[in-house]
């Protein structure tokens, strides 16, 4: 499956046939959309790779490969055994944080750091292949913080880089300690480095040696309406190092931009001997203050070189229009770099059966069942399933942004109903009867542009979600709701909407599921 930009923002290339853009100027469409935070890239000949975060969900990391930079695959994920991503506390914007992917001596290598089992230090991987298999992780005692960085030097000594959380021996703040990378042993006690410019959460550190500098790359201001990019340099990979005279050197705080809440960049060099940036960037609509809800999604820029310094070149690459659609019938193994599971793991719950997935769950109908979901990706779009639910269970299909904030349409003996959860509140929305005997049943949602958006004492949310059912060819709708509720302007965190299923009360046959994305709206 090819994952693009489906956007119609800042159209720089001709129409298709059917309306759709063919380019969007990389400014304003992702390169991947939905929820893939965080980016950090490396090059391997012509070839890159990418992965993000992925915090409390599990399989984690994915991971992408490109050879043009605009169009990314997906390869797999970093992380697929629990052995290298304990469960922890599974909490919200929990699990898996910033990281660094790079390669060095003919191995790719990924620092990472776990938040839901956190105290033990980051976590250190390695691989032959960008796809797998992973090693297990050794564990980097010592450095409690988040957002690693690993590089190596012309003499092969390797720096780990990252906010420290102490106190302690473990300094707080922008720190740097020489690494043994086999073992996971700091050589050096963790020393600070440049501090950033005096904004908030100076974070997500990235250290790079080019034209005899060493250039030191900091996430500042936080990853809200005043993300930032500052940028420092030295002689020496160890420091001092001397700020930008004009920093931040990006940020679209205060602007109209349609991208906001831009930051956390990770630098490539490539193949033609330029260089470019990957960044994470939000997309908010409808009324004030703008409600993003697919996530923080990876973009890319340009990079020039002025006077020593990086400059963002944000229009230089232009992003091809894609079709995130699919359709699984569960025929064969579980995709499983499509779906994922908050908090625990697929195979503890769902199992292949003939007619497609089987899905079992707790005894009690709860907000907190196990979760076969997916990356939502697109700003309209709809999602069908076929289920076949055992007598006395309760099968759902959810739209979520965490357990205290989802959206969705359940299917138990013989009824239907639309339900939502939004912080304490909890609200059946709409309810009606199916037939058992009537044919198969589909649970549908879908997202649309929210109607009169933007008017007084109309829907002033990003988009309508609609909760609805289709069997025997008729197709009813229970509810249709405002979207803001699933935004992460009201939820919270650090993740984007996905839509899944779950069981109570029994066990459930998933036949098949549909996403059908459609031209997104800025």
């Not at 129409?15 to 100027?25: A, D, F, K, L």
């Not at 720096?159 to 073992?183: C, H, K, M, R």
């Not at 400059?311 to 064969?332: I, K, L, N």
């Not at 907190?368 to 990356?375: I, K």
Request: with cysteine.
């Amino acid at each position: 499956m090819r994952y693009s930009a489906t956007d119609g923002a800042a159209v720089v290339g001709s129409e298709v046939g059917t309306g759709q853009p063919r380019t969007s100027s990389g400014a304003a469409a992702p390169v991947i959309p939905g929820f893939f935070p965080d980016p950090t890239i490396c090059r391997v000949g012509g070839d890159y790779f990418l992965a993000t975060s992925s915090f409390e969900y599990f399989p984690g990391a994915p991971i992408f490969h490109s050879r043009d930079l605009v169009t990314w695959d997906q390869i797999g994920n970093i992380l697929t055994r629990r052995s290298q991503f304990a469960a922890g506390d599974g909490r919200a914007s929990g699990g898996i944080f910033g990281s660094t992917l790079r390669h060095h001596n003919n191995k790719f290598w990924f620092v990472t750091t776990n938040m839901s089992d956190f105290g033990g230090g980051h976590l250190l991987m390695h691989a032959e292949s960008a796809a797998g298999p992973w090693s297990d992780p050794v564990q980097i005692t010592g450095t409690l913080g988040i957002d690693p960085d690993i590089t190596w030097d012309n003499a092969d000594n390797c720096y780990l880089t990252w906010v420290g959380f102490g106190p302690g021996e473990n300094e707080s703040g922008i720190v740097q300690a020489l690494l043994d990378p086999q073992t996971g042993r700091l050589l050096e006690r963790p020393r600070k480095l440049w501090q950033g410019t005096g904004l908030a959460y100076p974070e997500g550190p990235h250290l790079y040696e080019a034209g005899g500098w060493w250039y030191l790359v900091l996430a500042e201001g936080g990853t809200e309406r005043g993300h930032a990019v500052s940028v420092s340099r030295s002689k020496a990979a160890g420091g001092p190092f001397e700020p930008h005279p004009d920093n931040p050197v990006f940020s679209h705080r205060s602007t109209a931009a349609t991208v906001q809440n831009v930051g956390h960049a990770d630098l490539v060099e490539t193949v033609d001997g330029a260089w470019a940036a990957v960044y994470l960037g939000v997309r908010p609509r409808g009324s004030v203050p703008g409600y993003h809800v697919l996530g923080r999604e990876t973009f890319v820029s340009g990079i020039v070189w002025e006077q020593g310094w990086p400059r963002f070149d944000e229009d230089r690459y232009q992003v091809p229009a894609g079709d995130t659609s699919f359709s699984d019938d569960f025929s064969g193994d579980l995709p499983h770099m499509r779906w994922i599971a908050p908090g625990t793991d697929l195979a503890s719950f769902t199992a292949k059966r003939a007619a497609g997935v089987h899905i079992t769950g707790g005894g009690t109908v709860t907000a907190t069942s196990p979760l076969m979901a997916t990356r939502v990706r697109d700003f309209e779009w709809s999602g069908r399933a076929t289920v076949h639910p055992s007598p006395g269970a309760v099968v759902r299909l959810v739209l979520r942004v965490d357990d205290s904030h989802w959206f969705a349409v359940e299917a138990g003996w013989r009824r239907v109903r639309a339900v939502a959860r939004i912080g304490p509140l909890h609200q059946e929305m709409g309810i009606a009867e199916w037939d058992p005997s009537a044919g198969p049943l589909q649970l549908e949602i879908s997202c649309n542009d929210a109607p009169c958006a933007g008017q007084p004492g109309k829907n002033t949310g990003p988009d309508e979600v609609s909760l609805g059912f289709r069997q025997g060819g008729r197709s009813s709708t229970l509810a249709r709701l405002d979207g803001r509720y699933l935004s992460s302007e009201v939820a919270g965190g650090f993740t984007g909407r996905v839509i899944g299923l779950s069981v109570t009360g029994g066990s459930a046959v998933i036949e098949q599921f549909d996403y059908t994305a459609r031209r997104s709206m800025l």
